[in-house]
């Protein structure tokens, strides 16, 4: 089994930044891909960016493209999202994920484990 934890969410007025960390522990092998996804009131879960194992591929949502940053570190078996220029529109839950594959994309289905999120909030 594999345990997803979230932390780093919290208050930020517009402009502003946060740094999401997302522990990974269990059986995790060398070559997941790692996830982060986010949920806004009323809306769909949608997603934000992903990382391969090695960290050389890298894919980040259209609507956080030169905002938010995704990177990881294996040593430690954590994936780490920076948020600059944050938005009120970035305002959601925020989960992170863990797919079994080594190659996954984008979709929810592709994605195994999931921790319970962490909420930012963006003020105007």
């Known amino acids: 089994q594999v345990q997803v934890v979230e932390s780093g969410g919290g208050l930020v007025q517009a402009g502003g930044s946060l740094r999401l960390a997302c522990a990974a522990s269990g059986r995790i092998s060398n070559t997941n891909v790692m996830g982060w996804f986010r949920q806004a009131p009323g809306k769909e879960r949608e997603f934000v960016a992903l990382?391969?194992?090695?960290?050389?591929?890298?894919y980040v949502a259209d609507s956080v493209k030169g905002r938010f940053t995704i990177s990881r570190d294996n040593a430690k078996n954590t994936v780490n999202l920076q948020m600059n220029s944050l938005k009120p529109e970035d305002t959601a839950v925020y989960y992170c994920?863990?797919?079994?594959?080594?190659?996954?994309?984008?979709?929810?289905?592709?994605?195994?484990?999931w921790g319970q999120g962490t909420q930012v909030t963006v003020s105007s």
């Open positions: 990382i391969s194992w090695s960290g050389g591929i890298t």
């Open positions: 994920a863990v797919s079994k594959q080594a190659v996954a994309g984008s979709a929810e289905y592709q994605y195994d484990y």
